[in-house]
């Protein structure tokens, strides 16, 4: 005797060895014997052998017409063996019957299971609906098989050109668009990326980058609401000096400006001016939520996205020939040993009367310049001449202050590479240059002095021609900029402290390799910079953590001791550290952008410019045993094939491989070696924050493929980290 049974959802059949009232034992034509309790045994048999029967049964199972079984169907509950006789015959055969059973478990939408063995028809208002997401569902995977069949002969259906970003980066797995992709790569065994790009999915490289960039972080668009920009007070005083700014000539949120009182008194006044448009925007309302959704402004070649709208930013912005709102640090300073024995804070308007733009002037304005009042430059600026005594007092101070920090720090910062401006130029006038990445101290204060660029409406399209400039860091005027908001910065932290009033710190625990930078509400000492506590309050047009500290600097201006009771942020104030977590993750994203762009002009600048080989120093190994090396002259690190087992500073000359827009992938192989390797030394262990800007990464492609095989994701775009102490 045999049966046929369901077991977990499966229908088998076997020999019955033993059968008890409850249950009985049976023997699989596999050998196996299972337990099965009676309820699930369906039905008995002699003949013909099991095997035959499941596969007679999966046969009649095929011919029934679901349909037309429907209809025969009784209203009420029936079992599988009633719907054989009333379809085929009162004499349905055994594997009539069985076929029945497969059939009516299959077509859930027609029948309802009610029991083992039972079923219930399902109603006409129900069965019309699950037919309709049938064929709904028949229509999509058929879409979705068209989709991928075009992506395959290298055609990208326009449904998925228009869901490009989000299938690569944030996709619905359950979207047609996203299954067809998966399928094609499948197929053709490419990487997604790399699929798309050879379907004509990507019309420009450029746009490619930007409008990823776009999508993960303005994924509604770049403008502004309309908000009426607020007004300073009016009953600020004006303060009795002369300052002036010492910027890029494209920067246009100008944050800070210098005056110098006091000259050949023995005491001397530095004042350092930061605009003020904590003074006005308050805390909660739309003009402050705008700054805190975007909490930075973003920097790349040719364009800018700004963090407050422009309105805000011409009322507020140092600009020269008027008054301007300002929080002011004054600094006592001796003026024999250039030792600072006072400081004071107050809120003011001060006049401005020149803007001083360093790419025109760092060629004047040197070490010899200002030490010898005797050497005359041509061409040389009246506004400068004027303040030649001051700038000279300044580069004096900012280099006494330097070697006390580096004291601190326990060794030398290291200037010895040099900024790269980009400037882009089609039919139209050059649009600006970058912001400048590094790894001093000089980046940590890089709201003043900052080559931001120019806000032009319309953004570079990739066509434009591409300068590329150098600026070396540590220069004068650079020096004394950076040296004037560390002390800034450092003061209205320690200040803050004082006061018991929290801010938003920058700290550094050591200097040891691997010690990060972290944002916190404790005045902590920053390493790098070699300062007791560092707050960043200095770019409050274009940093939001920058104007919340102005906000809490105002409180102690106005409310001395008792500042902690009237900040807008309190003691242990979680939106403080809310605030904190979305700055770090939009400035690193902000940052990654930028660095990405800097590669991608780059790039260009080698193609336009027909450049094929290279002159590079090693710096570090890279992944898979490649070595890293960076270029001379240009804001570049890549790969080198034949580098291996050279120093760290060895100097070659590489043949440049092909260029990858999209990825910005760029490789390189060894010519030869320029140095001798007997001069050649390790510079020391290689410290990340330095050494791994502008190294490309990948680009992290959501699409999963990798369980049929092909690549989970494509080497992609330069994604360096914001590596600033």
């Known amino acids: 005797m045999h049966a046929l049974f369901e077991e977990s959802g499966k229908f088998l059949a076997g020999r019955i060895l033993s059968e008890a009232d409850t249950s009985a034992q049976i023997e699989l034509d596999s050998g196996k014997r299972v337990k099965v309790k009676a309820a699930h045994i369906l039905l008995k048999f002699d003949k013909p052998a099991p095997a035959e029967l499941m596969a007679q049964a999966q046969a009649v199972a095929q011919t029934i017409e679901l349909e037309l079984a429907w209809e025969f169907a009784s209203e009420e509950e029936f079992g599988f063996a009633d719907l054989a006789r009333d379809y085929f015959s009162d004499n349905a055969t055994l594997a009539q019957q069985a076929g029945a059973l497969f059939a009516l478990y299959e077509a859930p939408h027609y029948f309802r299971r009610a029991g083992k063995g039972r079923f219930k028809k399902a109603p006409a208002e129900i069965l019309q609906q699950a037919l309709a997401a049938i064929e709904k569902k028949k229509a999509v995977l058929q879409q979705i098989a068209d989709w991928a069949q075009q992506l395959g002969q290298g055609q990208c259906p326009a449904p998925i050109r228009d869901q490009l970003y989000k299938i690569l980066f944030r996709p619905d797995k359950n979207a047609p668009e996203y299954k067809a992709v998966v399928e094609a790569s499948r197929a053709t065994h490419l990487a997604p990326l790399h699929l798309l790009q050879q379907a004509g999915a990507i019309d420009s490289s450029y746009q490619f980058h930007w409008q990823r960039f776009l999508f993960d972080n303005f994924p509604k668009g770049t403008g502004f609401p309309a908000l009426q920009a607020p007004q300073p007070p009016a009953d600020l005083p004006l303060a009795n000096v002369q300052a002036y700014s010492i910027d890029d000539s494209q920067t246009t949120e100008i944050d800070d400006a210098l005056s110098v009182q006091g000259l050949g008194t023995g005491t001397v006044t530095l004042g350092i001016h930061i605009a003020a448009p904590g003074l006005a925007i308050v805390p909660g309302t739309p003009l402050d939520q705008l700054g805190r959704n975007r909490l930075s402004t973003v920097y790349m070649p040719g364009y800018k ?33 250039l030792a600072i024995t006072a400081t004071e804070t107050r809120l003011e308007r001060v006049p401005v009367s ?273 070595f890293l090396v960076r270029a001379d002259t240009l804001p570049l690190v890549f ?86 102490p």
């Open 354 to 626: 020149v803007n001083l733009r360093h790419d025109q002037l760092d060629h004047i304005v040197t070490e010899a310049w200002l030490a010898d009042p005797s050497i005359q430059t041509e061409n040389t600026p009246q506004d400068l001449l004027d303040l030649r005594e001051q700038l000279s007092f300044l580069y004096r101070l900012a280099q006494s202050l330097k070697a006390q920090r580096e004291v601190v720090r326990g060794k030398p910062e290291n200037f010895n590479r040099p900024d790269y401006n980009f400037r882009l130029s089609a039919a139209r006038p050059p649009e600006g240059a970058n912001a400048p990445l590094g790894g001093s101290a000089a980046n940590e204060v890089a709201s003043v002095g900052a080559n931001t660029p120019r806000n032009h409406k319309a953004e570079p399209n990739g066509t434009e021609t591409v300068q590329i400039t150098t600026r070396q860091r540590g220069a004068p005027l650079d020096l004394i900029v950076a040296e004037a908001a560390i002390v800034a910065n450092s003061t209205w932290g320690n200040w803050m402290a004082e006061l018991g009033v929290p801010g938003i710190y920058r700290s550094q625990a050591s200097m040891a390799p691997g010690v990060k930078v972290r944002m916190g509400t404790k005045a902590l000492p920053h390493a790098g910079i070699g300062v007791k506590s560092y707050a960043w309050a200095t770019s409050p047009l274009r940093r939001y953590v920058d104007l919340v500290n102005q906000w809490q600097i105002i409180a102690c201006a106005r409310h001395g001791k008792t500042a902690a009771l009237a900040a807008p942020f309190k003691p242990k104030d979680a939106e403080l550290f809310s605030i904190i977590s979305s700055f770090d993750a939009a400035y690193s994203a902000y940052n990654g952008y930028q660095a990405g762009m800097e590669r991608f002009w780059t790039l260009q600048y080698l193609a336009q410019n027909g450049i094929t080989e290279l002159e590079a120093t090693v710096f570090k190994e890279g992944p898979g045993g490649s």
């Open 639 to 724: 790969p080198v094939l034949g580098a291996q087992n050279l120093p760290r500073g060895a100097r070659l000359r590489v043949k440049l491989g092909e260029v990858d827009d999209i990825t910005l992938d760029l490789h390189g192989t060894l010519i030869e070696r320029l140095d001798d390797p007997q001069d050649a030394s390790d510079d020391g262990p290689v410290d990340d924050a330095e050494d791994d800007e502008a190294v490309a990464g990948p680009i992290a492609i959501a699409v999963d493929v990798s369980d049929a095989g092909a690549e989970n994701a494509a080497p992609g775009a330069a994604s360096a980290d914001n590596l600033a």
């Open 305 to 337: 996205i700004t963090m407050l709208p422009d309105e805000v930013v011409q009322i507020y912005t140092l600009d020269a020939g008027r008054a301007n709102p300002a929080v002011s640090l004054y600094v006592t300073i001796d003026e024999a040993t």
